[in-house]
């Protein structure tokens, strides 16, 4: 009986773990944030998934026309620029674990910063975990967007 009941208990705690999500937006203190102006997504270097394209056209329906630029290559007229981390998991299949992504100013200072972090069986596709992830940015810095369907 004993071990039917530790069982029992490392099944649910195993369940439980598996199902963990995270969606958060943090303004940098002392940041304000009034509008986007000309936004670049630049390229993660490890990335091989061409995510800052998907960055881009996200921020563009929501409302906010953004260019996606390669590596350190932010043009002159950036007003914020968007960098992001994808980390990916194996678990049958690669999926999408975590994305984070930030918001700079020209001057490279973080302004505001999102993440989604998704185990695998609460997994979404990798354009869900990103609007979700710019919709919170957006939410957190009080600036108005276009509502999309999920």
Sequence with gaps: MQKIKVLVILALVMVSSGCATRLEATMSPGQELKDFGNVYVE????DKRNMHYI???KLTMLGYPATPIEENGSPKNADVII????????????????????????????LISGESYR???????????????????????GLKYNHLPE
Excluded: C
């Excluded at 390229?43 to 490890?46: E, I």
């Excluded at 990916?88 to 674990?97: F, G, M």
């Design 83 to 110: 960098t992001y981390v994808d980390n990916w998991q194996w678990d049958i299949t690669n999926y999408l674990i975590q994305i984070k992504i930030d918001a700079r100013n020209d001057k490279r200072h973080l």
């Design 55 to 57: 960055i881009a056209d």
């Design 119 to 141: 185990t695998s069986l609460a997994r979404k596709e990798p354009e869900f975990m990103i609007q979700e992830t710019l919709e919170k940015i957006l939410q957190e810095a």
């Design 43 to 46: 390229h993660f270097g490890p």
